[in-house]
């Protein structure tokens, strides 16, 4: 789509009350049955900071045999809970009909899920079935860490006439190993916001984390890189939902979460968000240290084989592979080239180090 304008997007707070300049949208991952849905929803009505009630009708599973959403019956259940306590309502729609039957219920908020908007086909078939209804409707990322896949995405629903709309960055799936269930990639929805100027953009911190541990760290960073919102799952009784029981939270462990967080728009307590964001670094710190220790473990096994094997500690070629996978792979998760070199330049020369240590050991100590 070649734009010479930025795309008119409705302001959130033009349509959306806020809190604090920001928009909580919370909710169960699925609705499961009438009580669950109606008691959580009460529940996070009764906080005063939740516009959105966000739920799950049907339910994308890796794996068939799982709960898969109750389905169409859920959408008179949503109806009637949005009268009762003026919430309004998200759904996710993954097919044309879901659209459609959300559109003929009055849902007020449509989302295309990550494994829907990661699909051009899909998003068109939805965008045909919303065609002129002005829906407001929420994008979630992608699986795949593809900017250009969102904003096309994106541009499909806008160019169906939807002008409310909200980008949710939901993290990318990833190959290594990381405590989270999904990798923030931050850099991709900051350029999201430079791309598409004037999109909201809120975060869903449950879905990067998988596990309610990291909830608050997430949602704080969050908050630091300035975005418009947060989506958090919240269930009555999140140790027994059918769908994320790990990354689910209370309505009352949401309220402490948003008493907690410091946005930047508390103004009058700077030193307070100071210390909290110290707080983060603190701990990433600490993880990065307990890395390192971690890591020269590893280059002293690999000195002691060398040692025995009578292989040379420095291997040119090795090193070559990794300076060209890391600086690869750090400048995808954006980092700076020069500073990957830098680290690597210093890392090598520690574990050389390391490794020439052992080397002047004797063998008897090394089997000690
Ligand atoms: C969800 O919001 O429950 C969901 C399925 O999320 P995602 O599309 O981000 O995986
Ligand atoms: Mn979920």
């Known amino acids: ?136 409707m929420m994008i979630k990322n992608p699986v795949s860490p593809d900017l250009q896949l969102w904003v096309g995405s994106i541009e499909r629903i806008f160019l169906a006439g939807s002008n409310k709309i909200i980008a949710i960055h939901r993290g990318f799936h990833g190959y290594h190993k990381s405590r989270y269930r999904n990798i923030p990639l931050w850099n991709i929805p900051l350029t999201l916001k430079k791309e598409l100027p004037g999109i909201p953009v809120i975060c869903d911190p449950s879905h990067i984390a998988g596990d309610r541990r990291w909830i608050k760290e997430i949602a704080q960073k969050a908050m630091a890189l300035k975005m418009d919102g947060l989506m958090i799952e919240s269930h009555h009784k999140p140790e027994h939902a059918l769908t994320d029981p790990m990354q689910q939270i209370t309505p009352a462990e949401l309220k402490t979460l948003l008493n907690q967080l410091l946005t930047p728009e508390k103004k009058d307590e700077p030193e307070k968000y100071l210390a909290e964001l110290r707080a983060l670094i603190d701990d990433k710190d600490n993880e990065l240290l307990e890395l390192l220790v971690e890591r020269f473990q590893l280059v002293e096994e690999i000195g002691i084989i060398k040692k025995k094997k009578k292989i040379s500690i420095l291997q040119p070629d090795r090193k070559n592979d990794i300076s060209t996978d890391r600086r690869e792979k750090g400048t995808t998760l954006g980092l700076n080239p020069d500073f990957i070199d830098q680290l690597l330049t210093i890392l090598h020369k520690e574990s050389v180090k390391i490794q020439q240590t052992i080397n002047k050991s004797t063998t008897k100590q090394l089997n000690n």
């Not at 499961?32 to 849905?37: A, I, S, T, V, Y």
């Not at 109606?38 to 005063?48: F, N, P, R, S």
């Not at 994308?60 to 009268?83: D, N, Y």
């Open 1 to 136: 789509m070649a734009r010479s304008e930025p795309l008119p997007f409705t302001p959130l707070d033009a349509w959306l009350p806020l809190y604090r300049n920001l928009l909580i949208v919370a909710g169960p991952c699925s609705v499961e049955n009438r009580h669950q849905l109606e008691t959580t929803a009460k529940e996070l009505a009764q906080l005063k900071r939740v516009p959105v009630l966000r739920a799950g009708v049907w339910k994308p599973r890796s794996r068939p045999g799982h709960f898969e959403g109750v389905g169409a019956e859920a959408l008179p259940w949503l109806q009637e809970i949005k009268k009762e306590t003026g919430l309004k309502i998200a759904v996710e729609v993954a097919q044309p009909r879901h659209a459609e039957l959300c559109l003929k219920h009055d849902v007020d908020i449509l989302w295309l899920g990550a494994r829907t908007s990661v699909n051009p086909f899909m998003v068109a078939e939805i965008a045909r079935a919303i065609k002129g209804s002005g829906v407001a």
